[in-house]
């Protein structure tokens, strides 16, 4: 099967960088994907990594390395309406084998 | 703007009944997924549906049931046999390899 984990909650100062990391076991690999929820709202998609590596978008960065299992969002110059949370999302392979992290909760503090 | 419109945003049951939540999508995609989205866990796959008039069962669908008649709409029941149906439902579509999320549906058994 798959597996994904994620630290339940961070928190983090405002303007600064947070890095928010996911772990995984998986038998095989298509891609990693990341997404932000507000409390109460649709997750909306921020960076995929299908290759190893960093990816870049603005102020949201994610890493993936596909030999040690692991990959990270980073979050820089941080701002109160980034309080929110972030899961990481397995693509194992066909349309079924999506596996969700439980999501990481960022508050970030003035 | 093409997206995905889940209705209504807050649902109310009675124990016994069944209620029907609303998913609708004007991104042409094919695949459509329902989640169930609890505190403390990942997202869990209810049903999804590759094309029209077919779909599969996810890692919980007990309790549930869902038609595809147009690619388009892609509603799910919560019929009385759910034991615990109090959760945010979400709807998604994948189209290589991205999702796209409803707003959701908070449904609150009273």
């Known amino acids: 099967g798959q597996s994904l984990e994620q630290p339940s909650e961070v928190t983090a100062v405002e303007g600064a960088i947070v890095q928010i990391n996911c772990t995984y076991q998986?038998?095989?690999?298509?891609?990693l994907s990341w997404y932000q929820q507000h409390d109460g709202g649709a997750p909306t998609f921020l960076s995929y990594?299908?290759?190893?590596g960093l990816e870049e978008t603005g102020r949201f960065s994610s890493f993936l390395s596909r030999s040690d299992s692991y990959g990270y969002l980073l979050l820089q110059e941080l701002q109160m309406k980034d309080s929110a949370s972030y899961f990481c999302?397995?693509?194992?392979?066909?349309?079924?084998?999506?596996?969700f992290g439980i999501g990481t909760k960022l508050q970030v503090i003035p | 703007d093409g997206g995905i419109t889940q209705s209504p945003k807050y649902l109310f049951r009675k124990e016994g009944q069944n209620v029907t939540l609303s998913c609708e999508q004007n991104l042409n995609h094919d695949a459509m997924y329902w989640y169930r989205q609890d505190p403390g866990q990942g997202l869990r796959l209810i049903y999804y549906s590759q094309i029209v008039n077919d779909f599969q069962k996810g890692d919980i669908a007990e309790g549930y049931s869902v038609s595809r008649e147009k690619k388009e709409s892609f509603p799910l029941t919560v019929t009385s046999a759910q034991k615990n149906p109090t959760a945010f439902y979400l709807c998604?579509?994948?189209?290589?390899?991205?999702?796209?999320f409803g707003s959701g549906t908070r449904l609150t058994v009273v």
């Open positions: 999302a397995l693509n194992s392979g066909g349309y079924q084998k999506v596996t």
């Open positions: 998604a579509s994948l189209n290589r390899g991205l999702w796209t």
């Open positions: 990594n299908a290759l190893d």
């Open positions: 998986t038998s095989g690999f298509y891609g």
